[in-house]
């Protein structure tokens, strides 16, 4: 009884330990990227501020530490949002925004490029879903009418004007069993995942695994995406 | 011993010859109408005359015989100058009532003119003929106000018109803010001396003959548009023309004679609120009346003003950019924005970005434009010039100006330019309507990049460190 009571214990102990490091542990990464962020943030807005008076616009971006903040990927969206809110004089970081987020400004295939970062950001996965229905629907449409290269232009957009935010909503769709999506995930990943010569049902399994994998870049942190999962 | 006191004796009767010999001889000489024969009196009328070549004095030489006081008619007088002026006639005869007169013309040179008459006569029953001389001094006088501005030296012919060009003190040498952040122009600031100041150009006042010790000297300013200081940092202590509307030193007092030998090569003349002009004066009025010589400067003063003055870090951030902007002489004519860039600007547009080329990253294409939080921006050589993902000046920026304003690169230079184009991507606009530097500085007006806008005078952007390069084109 006494060791059966013990093991509990240890067994609870340990536990509770395993939870805390993970807590604890987790807390520690989100703070050392917060912490790199804003040192590059600051960084990048001392050299920006340094070519302010440049009449090119390349110029505020041919910084390493403008590139150092890309790289932390889409877990600093939600600070680069909150720069966006609280320094509105450094407009440039909505553009560090988009790159992250990889969504084109070009209104040529970004219906919504006029749209304040902050506007995205609200919406949320929801609104980015709701987008991604409107445009698929155009693109199966045009598939089935056999307008191939409507079919391509949509798929441009699709691509270009939700970033990576769409994979969420397209994975999803493979999920609940529509193939449809095979040629826009091909088109997504830029190849990135070998399915060639693979069947219908090989592919599923492959991306599906590939998500597994990669969710977590390809995965936009919008305030809703807590209660969506 | 005997031989001791003849010796005695007889020096004794030989000093006392001496003496009454000493004494006559201090009697005639001392009262020399006793001797003299004439008595010549010599007066100038007036004493001081401008040194000009051409002002006279009227010089008479009033001739008294010595024993009777009575006037000498007929007595023959010559009249002569030294170095300086000219007498005309030289030689006159004394009318009935003993006075002979001439006239003095005076020399460009400033200086005291000795005039000598001489009148020579013969005593009844002498052998000898007398000469008798006397010299008075007539003052050329010459009074200067010599003034540098921001052109150099001006020239005396040009004192009046066009005058000189100075800067209203509008900028803020010493960095002074308010408790806003906001610039302290230094032209309010008067109480201390400020900090590197460098906006006062000297002026000097030259008296000439520089021995005069009567009359008064005084520097006017007919509005309150010029201050004058004896300092170029200015400071309440230097202060000579600031509150008042002159200052006068009398010359005769050696106290205010001293100070104006001090100050009078090393005054500054301060622009002050207001651009337009200002007339200085500076007068020499002899002991005897009237204002006899004076000088004076057009101050014509400048400044850009058609925007506000830079805070201390906006203008040290400008300054960075553009080693050759002078304070004063450019100002912000609009804050900060990253909705537009120069080249926009240059063209009147205030709502889009003209960038050469614009590469999106995430298309991996070269694009027409983009939007990114409510900034558009566009490419040039997409949308204006031949599409081959380069930007040049032929095929890319001249149709964009012909497009967009109708411009072509036909302008001679900036006089006439409507907008000018630097090789290193960078295009200013003429800054229609201002008169900022009347009609000395030819201003246009720059966006930097996402900094302000900026009045300018046309070639202070030159040698950027920010890239923008050589004026290359100018459009109209």
């Known amino acids: 009884m006494v060791n059966k009571n013990g093991n509990k214990i240890i067994k609870a102990l340990v536990t509770g330990l395993f939870i805390l490091w993970f807590i604890l542990g987790q807390n520690i990464m989100a703070n050392d990227v917060r912490n790199e962020f804003e040192k590059s943030y600051q960084l990048w807005k001392e050299h920006c501020k340094k070519v302010a008076y440049s009449s090119r616009l390349e110029d505020r971006f041919n910084s390493p530490y403008y590139e150092e903040i890309i790289k932390l990927g889409p877990q600093i969206l939600p600070y680069i949002v909150e720069k966006v809110r609280s320094d509105k004089d450094f407009v440039w970081i909505a553009w560090a925004g988009r790159r992250v987020a990889s969504i084109s400004s070009d209104p040529n295939v970004n219906p919504w490029a006029k749209e304040s970062m902050l506007t995205w950001w609200e919406g949320g996965q929801k609104q980015t879903n709701e987008r991604f229905e409107l445009l698929y629907e155009e693109w199966k449409n045009a598939r089935a009418r056999g307008s191939y290269n409507e079919a391509s232009r949509i798929e441009k957009k699709i691509k270009m004007s939700l970033g990576i935010a769409v994979f969420s909503p397209i994975m999803e769709k493979l999920e609940h069993g529509d193939e449809n999506v095979i040629p826009l995930i091909q088109d997504m990943t830029d190849n990135e995942v070998n399915v060639k010569e693979q069947s219908v049902a090989e592919k599923v399994n492959t991306y599906k695994t590939w998500w597994d994998g990669n969710k977590k870049r390809l995965t936009v942190p919008f305030p809703d995406q807590q209660a969506i999962e | ?476």
């Not at chain 2, 000493?22 to 040194?51: C, G, Q, T």
Request: glycine fraction near 8%; include cysteine; hydrophobic fraction near 35%.
């Open chain 2, 1 to 476: 011993m005997i031989n001791n006191t003849k010796r005695s004796k007889l020096s004794n009767h030989s000093r006392i010859y001496r003496i009454i010999l000493l004494l006559l001889f201090i009697i005639v000489f001392w009262n020399s109408k006793v001797f003299a024969y004439f008595l010549v009196d010599v007066e100038s009328d007036p004493k001081y005359i401008k040194a000009n070549g051409t002002s006279t004095s009227t010089i008479t030489a009033t001739v008294t015989i010595g024993q009777t006081g009575e006037p000498k008619a007929g007595a023959l007088v010559i009249f002569m100058v030294g170095d300086y002026g000219s007498v005309d006639p030289v030689v006159e005869t004394t009318d009935e009532y003993g006075k002979a007169q001439t006239t003095f013309t005076s020399d460009t040179t400033p200086a005291w003119a000795p005039i000598t008459a001489q009148v020579t006569a013969s005593m009844p029953g002498w052998e000898y003929s007398l000469t008798y001389i006397r010299t008075i001094y007539v003052c050329m006088v010459k009074i200067g106000l010599q003034v540098s501005d921001l052109f150099g030296s001006v020239e005396e012919a040009a004192e009046e018109n066009p005058g000189a060009y100075i800067h209203r003190n509008i900028d803020n040498d010493n960095a002074n803010t308010d408790g806003n952040g906001s610039p302290i122009n230094d032209e309010t600031e008067d109480t201390l001396s400020v900090e590197n100041e460098n906006d006062l150009n000297s002026i000097s006042i030259d008296l000439q003959p520089a021995d005069i010790y009567e009359g008064t000297v005084k520097i006017w300013r007919t509005n309150t548009k010029a201050r004058v200081w004896s300092d170029s940092g200015k400071g309440a202590a230097n202060a000579v023309v600031t509150n008042s509307t002159y200052k006068m030193w009398r010359l005769y007092d050696e106290t205010e004679r001293s100070d104006f030998n001090d100050k009078k090569t090393h005054l500054f003349v301060e622009g002050y609120l207001n651009t337009g002009n200002t007339l200085l004066t500076a007068e020499f009025r002899p002991p005897e009346g009237a204002v006899l010589d004076y000088d004076r400067v057009k101050c014509n003063f400048i400044a850009a003003k058609c925007g506000w003055q830079p805070t201390p870090q906006e203008r040290e951030n400008t300054e960075t950019c553009f080693p050759y902007i002078i304070h004063c002489e450019w100002s912000i004519t609009q804050n900060v924005t990253p909705n537009y860039n120069c080249i926009a600007w240059s063209v009147g547009i205030t709502d889009r970005w003209m960038n050469p080329t614009i590469y999106d990253v995430i298309l991996g294409e070269y694009v027409e434009e983009q939007w990114v939080e409510g900034v558009h921006y566009i490419s040039i050589d997409k949308r204006y010039g031949n599409n081959d993902n380069a930007f040049d000046i032929e095929d890319d920026m001249d149709p964009f100006y012909y497009y967009t304003a109708l411009y072509e690169p036909i302008a001679v230079d900036q006089t006439d330019a409507k907008a000018i184009y630097y090789d290193g991507y960078h295009g200013a606009k003429r800054k229609d309507g201002c008169t900022c530097g009347a009609g000395k500085w030819v201003m246009f007006e720059s966006k930097c990049g996402d900094g302000p806008r900026i009045e300018h005078v046309y070639n202070q952007l030159d040698g950027s460190t920010i890239g923008y390069g050589t004026r290359c084109r100018y459009y109209k």
